[in-house]
């Protein structure tokens, strides 16, 4: 298991933007590919990007192309969701996985993630 901690949430206007952060204790993460999920009051957690081992290959939902980043820095063990252009629509609880699936650079399928952290929430105000 990896122990995931999120932070860096909070409550922001819309246009403003936050910078999420996630460390990974123990292992080094460049053994696993990570990834950002959210979910909204009401509504099934959702896919947000993903980054493979090396950090070389991100993947995003439509809704967040070319507004969010996905980045790691793997001498850290942290992973970073920069969200810029902050709309209403992207408030929720955001939670950094990890996934020790092999066979692919990164995954959207929340259920090849085997670790989670708790969630930070963001909450954007219109």
């Known amino acids: 298991q990896v122990p995931l901690v999120e932070s860096g949430g909070g409550l922001v206007q819309a246009g403003d933007s936050l910078r999420l952060s996630c460390a990974a204790s123990g292992r080094t993460d460049s053994t ?11 509504k099934e957690r959702e896919f947000v990007a993903t980054i493979s081992r090396s950090g070389g290959i991100t993947y995003y939902a439509d809704s967040v192309k070319g507004r969010f980043i996905i980045s790691r820095d793997n001498a850290k ?12 629509e992207d408030t929720a609880v955001y ?17 090849r993630y ?13």
């Not at 063990?77 to 209403?88: A, D, E, G, I, R």
């Open 77 to 88: 063990n942290t992973v970073y969701l920069q969200m810029n252009s902050l709309k209403p």
């Open 95 to 111: 939670y950094c996985a990890a996934s020790g699936f092999g066979g692919a650079y990164y995954y959207t399928d929340a259920r």
């Open 32 to 42: 696993y590919l990570m990834g950002w999920f959210r979910q909204a009051p009401g």
């Open 114 to 126: 085997g670790d989670w952290g708790q969630g930070t929430q963001v909450n954007v105000s219109s």
